[in-house]
């Protein structure tokens, strides 16, 4: 494996990063002036190539298999600057039914989407955030803790996903890594509308009248805080942590 000449420009890894999030994410990023190796599933971005994002790197990475983990560490690898930052974006709801008539399939499924791709991201990325004392933020759900009726394999990945960040926070932290969780409530996304959908939710005015403080959060707000906690520096003495947001009114 080869490594790239330093840079003096911030790099970050964004797996997830055709979705709503992570490309929220990478947006601000960007406009920071950030390099980036970023990830999609089964098809990247239209602006692949797009010189408005000078920097960036795509690259397949499923998570949900071992298939292109060795493609992302070489990204990793190669791209230049100091690894400051990773994102771990990657996920998937279930299908809201009772424990009792859902597959043990579908357990499988979200588990590796939601848990195994993070650690699949930690295998691609690990040699390199080591070297650089880097820091990894996952995004998880307030799922994880709620164990809402319906949502079996979800709240139990997501459960399971805050358990490796505790469990690696304490084994990294002799290499400098910080390792930290996010866990939003419901994101106005593409991925909400879907959820909500399997839900069976009709009514979504009257359904986020039901949320804690009336709304969802705004992508805009969920990747700014994401940014700060994995980046800022009144943020690097916080390591196996993990941050629940809830919607603000206003």
């Not at 998570?63 to 990773?86: N, Y």
């Not at 709801?93 to 043990?104: A, E, L, M, Q």
């Not at 304490?170 to 419901?186: C, D, I």
Request: overall charge neutral; aromatic content about 6%; hydrophobic content about 40%.
């Amino acid at each position: 494996m080869s490594r790239a000449t330093t840079s003096s420009t911030p790099l970050a890894v964004i797996t997830g990063a055709s979705g709503a999030l992570g490309a929220a994410i990478h947006a601000l990023l960007a406009q920071q002036g950030w390099h980036a190796v970023v990830t999609y599933r089964t098809r990247p971005p239209s602006n692949k190539e797009d010189t408005s994002t000078p920097g960036t790197r795509w690259v397949r990475f499923d998570g949900s298999t071992d298939d292109g983990t060795e493609a992302l560490r070489e990204a990793v690898a190669q791209h230049p600057g100091r690894l400051q930052a990773v994102f771990a974006c990657i996920g998937a709801p279930s299908t809201k039914r009772f424990i009792t008539d859902t597959p043990t399939a579908e357990f499988e499924a979200v588990h590796q989407a939601n848990t195994l791709s993070f650690i699949r991201t930690w295998h691609a990325v690990a040699e390199r955030a080591r070297t650089d004392a880097a820091s990894l933020l996952a995004i998880g759900s307030d799922a994880g803790r709620a164990a809402r009726p319906g949502n079996g394999p979800y709240t139990a990945a997501k459960a399971a996903l805050e358990a490796v960040i505790l469990t690696l926070a304490k084994e990294e932290h002799p290499h400098g890594v910080r390792a930290n969780l996010v866990a939003p409530s419901l994101i106005d996304s593409p991925l909400a509308q879907q959820v909500l959908k399997l839900k069976g939710v009709t009514d979504q005015d009257r359904y986020y009248t039901e949320l804690p403080w009336g709304r969802p959060l705004s992508l805009d707000e969920v990747a700014r805080v994401c940014i700060d906690l994995a980046t800022a520096r009144h943020w690097r003495y916080a390591t196996g942590q993990i941050y629940p947001l809830l919607a603000a009114t206003g």
